[in-house]
């Protein structure tokens, strides 16, 4: 009879090491010749499990065996186990070999074709998935505590970092794993921050601009490309600020655990949490959910700004002559029809141009920039007395935090509470609320802080020509960045147009010149009160 062998191993490492395959393949091969089968084929699975049928090698069997060629009559394991420890996904794959005329033998627990013959290889099936399951469960058990301990469960390190050898203590010999940062890695993942909150010479940039900004400079992703879904694992992942979590997902459905479960390894963070924050209060801002998407890609300038003074609506792009003219057009004439709004449309070229020239001679001039920041030192004087006061409950909380968490751990010192997973929850709560509170401290420093007072003349001089530039030069993208960072509406009524912005964003971006950046879009955190007070230019359309 011909016949094929399957071997199987759980993990690569075991592959590796050449653990059980070569003494399966060999007790298999000396089987058949004991009992005159013909091998004819042998399916070697490295470094898979048993527990589904995601395995290569496993498929290929299974489709040359219900093939039309029928290369061999039955399939050769060393035990069940080796096929499936899933009792229910055995007896599936072996209904489908039989129909095929192909069935499966194992030389380890051998079973006669009558019902207890079955009955028997049921029970071999359903105690090797129960193995399975309390093999899973006590492996998991001591890689949670691995994990507290502060070592890695693991072959590959998150981007960024690297794993390096130690002893464990009290264990001669015994050699655990820890992570470290990797010098060549860490200097790419600070580059991604970097560029996206600032930008290049060219503007700012999204996560797909900056993978192919890697790309271009053969800056790899270890062995890999870079892509829009890999720079955003980057800017997302609480990794980079020291917060590594293990049992965070469930392996096999890929599903959240609660947190309750996770189990957090302090790392040496390669970027500091304001940074992050920073990265993400810029995501939130461009979320689908919040920013239409126009807005963020369009390479149309005033996409998104351009308020109709009639009825409300915004006003988008239209073209006439199959493209040969550019409008900016209402939405609801372009939409429900044109006697439903009087507004007319406006040559595209010509409305950026007299936007962008009015900006750089009327609004953001010396003088004017000068009158908006007295006018913004007023406003923040006024509120100075209720920031404080929002200031002392939080600060108070905080204190509050500290000494909880030090009596925690105090207690688990001395021996008073075990180190369980309800600790491990509590934990995780008062740092969670921690974070919380120090993010709503830092947004009210921030306001409390406003860099006008250091801002010198020359500062807002500078400013005003460095931005003069970056308005009128159509040839980069910084017309556009700077309108996003400084201006939030544009109403056009009539002849006039009325420009609303950011007094906060505008000190900022001021300060940002003034530490000698003017070739970056300064970042700006979006949750800071919004609209605290508006300037307005007329006719001059």
């Not at 009792?87 to 627990?109: D, H, P, V, W």
């Not at 860490?186 to 999204?206: A, C």
């Not at 970027?271 to 920073?278: H, V």
């Not at 020359?458 to 308005?471: E, G």
Request: charged share 30%; net charge positive.
């Amino acid at each position: 009879m011909a016949v094929a062998l399957y071997a199987r191993v759980s993990t690569v490492k075991q592959a590796e090491k050449d653990l059980s395959i070569p003494d399966q393949l060999n007790q298999m091969r000396d089987w058949c010749a004991a009992n005159g089968h013909a091998v004819a084929m042998e399916y070697v699975e490295a470094g898979a499990s048993a527990t589904d049928d995601k395995r290569p090698a496993f498929q290929q069997m299974i489709a040359d065996a219900t093939g039309d060629s029928e290369p061999y009559e039955a399939v050769i394991i060393h035990s069940r186990s080796r096929f499936f420890r899933d009792m229910f996904e055995f007896l599936n794959y072996e209904r489908m070999l039989k129909r095929a005329g192909c069935k499966i033998i194992s030389i380890t627990q051998l079973t006669s074709d009558d019902p207890a013959g079955e009955m028997a290889a049921k029970i071999f099936s359903l105690f090797d998935e129960y193995s399975s399951k309390e093999n899973g469960k006590h492996t998991l058990r001591a890689m949670k505590e691995n994990a507290r301990r502060g070592y890695f469960n693991g072959s590959r390190p998150p981007f960024g970092y690297r794993t390096f050898d130690t002893e464990l203590i009290g264990s001669k010999g015994k050699i655990k794993k820890r992570i470290e940062i990797d010098p060549a890695e860490s200097v790419t993942v600070k580059h991604i921050y970097d560029l996206y909150l600032h930008g290049n010479e060219q503007g700012s940039m999204g996560a797909k601009d900056i993978a192919t900004y890697l790309n271009n400079k053969n800056i790899m992703l270890r062995t890999q490309k870079w892509n829009r879904s890999r720079v955003h694992e980057i800017l997302s992942s609480p990794t980079y600020k020291g917060e590594y979590y293990f049992n965070k997902t469930d392996q096999k459905t890929k599903e959240l655990k609660p947190e309750s479960e996770w189990i957090r390894i302090e790392l040496e963070p390669i970027i500091s949490a304001a940074t992050y924050e920073d990265a993400r209060s810029r995501r939130a801002a461009r979320a689908r959910a919040k920013v239409p998407p126009r807005l963020v890609n369009s390479p149309t300038l005033l996409t998104g700004l351009l308020k109709c003074g009639v009825c409300g609506a915004g006003l988008t792009l239209a073209t006439g002559k199959g493209g040969r003219y550019r409008y900016y057009k209402c939405n609801t004439r372009i939409g429900k029809g044109i006697n439903l709004c009087t507004m007319p449309a406006f040559p595209m070229q010509k409305l950026d141009d007299l936007v962008l020239t009015s900006l750089a001679d009327k609004v953001f001039t010396a003088d004017r920039v000068q009158i908006m920041l007295d006018e913004m030192r007023k406003l923040h004087k006024a509120s100075h007395a209720d920031q404080s006061e929002r200031l002392k409950p939080l600060q108070k909380e905080m204190e509050t935090l500290k000494q909880s968490s030090e009596r925690l751990f105090e207690a688990v010192e001395k021996g008073f509470l075990p180190l369980d997973e309800t600790l491990q929850h509590r934990s995780h709560k008062l740092q969670a609320r921690r974070q919380d509170v120090l993010l709503e401290i830092a947004s009210l420093k921030r306001q409390r802080e406003m860099p006008t007072d250091i801002l010198k003349p020359q500062h807002i001089s500078a400013f005003s020509t460095a931005l003069r530039s970056r308005l009128l030069d159509r040839s980069s993208r910084f017309g556009k960045d700077y309108l996003k960072l400084l201006v939030n509406e544009i109403t056009i009524e009539g002849n006039e147009a009325h420009i609303s912005g950011s007094y906060d964003a505008l000190a900022y971006a001021v300060a940002e010149t003034k530490k000698g950046n003017p070739q970056r879009v300064p970042t700006f955190v979006s949750n800071w009160p919004p609209n605290q007070a508006r300037t307005n230019c007329s006719k001059w359309l």
